[in-house]
């Protein structure tokens, strides 16, 4: 794994996002843990004292984001790495139409991540270096039945971090897609997944793949299958009721 001395982590108050302030803070990198519940970020600073310091923000606020990112990187001296892990997936009935559900998925897992990583990539264009990670999932590959709305969250922060990789390579900036499939966390809680990842596990494999610059799967396995379901033609895929 690549080492990162200084890092904003935002939606690190659980899940994949706390696992990986936890990995990088036990390597030594002072982390901004970014989310809204105050209570588990500052129960994960007093994990790391001196190293993680709490920041409590609702993406939502898209205006706020660049004061956060502003006050983060002061106190963290410098940054060298943002990931952006922050999201939602409310329950969505088989027939059910609930926009309001829609724009809270929205709002969290896309236009949040634009607020954040349009700061990101504003430093690191100027600094020159600089690592960008997003947590897309596998889930944006294709629009499935079950969930469209968070399956277009993902597929469009996928096609805008593209965009950014594509501007910001030239300035020597990385930018990494992750895409996850699933993991054991609050958010997948009601599903009883079994015999997936921890967000342990899947934190690890996220950091391992921050090093290089591109659209990453974390097993080899997930890269056939969603390589494969990616190319499907539309009229058989539906046909697949996934
Ligand atoms: N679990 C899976 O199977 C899976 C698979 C693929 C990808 N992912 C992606 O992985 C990421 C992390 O999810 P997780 O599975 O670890 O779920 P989680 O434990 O529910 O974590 C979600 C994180 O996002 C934060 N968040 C949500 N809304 C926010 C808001 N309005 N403002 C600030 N922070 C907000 C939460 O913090 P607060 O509630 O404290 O604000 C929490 O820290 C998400 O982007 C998810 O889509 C998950």
């Given at each position: ?27 030594g ?19 790391f ?17 660049p004061a ?5 990187t ?45 700061q ?50 030239r ?58 379901l ?13």
């Open positions: 794994m690549v080492r990162f001395e200084r890092a904003i982590v935002v939606g690190a108050s659980s899940g994949i996002g706390a696992e990986i302030v936890r990995q990088l803070a036990a390597r990198c002072k982390v901004a843990a970014v989310a809204r519940r105050l209570d588990r970020l500052q129960a994960l600073a007093a994990e004292p001196g190293l993680v310091v709490a920041f409590q923000h609702d993406v939502t606020r898209c205006n706020e984001a956060v990112f502003q006050e983060a002061k106190q963290l001296g410098g940054l060298d790495l943002v990931v952006y892990a922050a999201g939602v997936m409310p329950a969505v009935g088989p027939d059910e139409f609930d926009f309001e559900k829609d724009r809270q998925m929205v709002e969290a897992n896309f236009l949040g991540a634009v607020a954040w990583l349009n990101a990539a504003i430093r690191f264009q100027n600094t020159r270096q600089g690592t960008i990670v997003g947590v897309g999932s596998v889930a944006g590959d294709r629009g499935r039945r079950g969930q469209p709305v968070y399956n277009a969250t993902k597929a469009a922060l996928a096609t805008y971090l593209e965009a950014l990789r594509n501007r910001l390579s300035y020597g900036v990385k930018v990494v897609t992750v895409k996850p499939g699933p993991t054991q966390t609050e958010m997948t809680a009601s599903l009883g997944l079994k015999a997936v990842p921890t967000a342990e596990a899947t934190a690890r494999r996220i950091l391992a793949k921050a090093g290089r610059t591109g659209e990453r799967y974390l097993s080899p396995v997930h890269w056939v299958v969603f390589t494969i990616r190319n499907v033609p539309s009229p058989i895929f539906r046909r697949l009721k996934l």
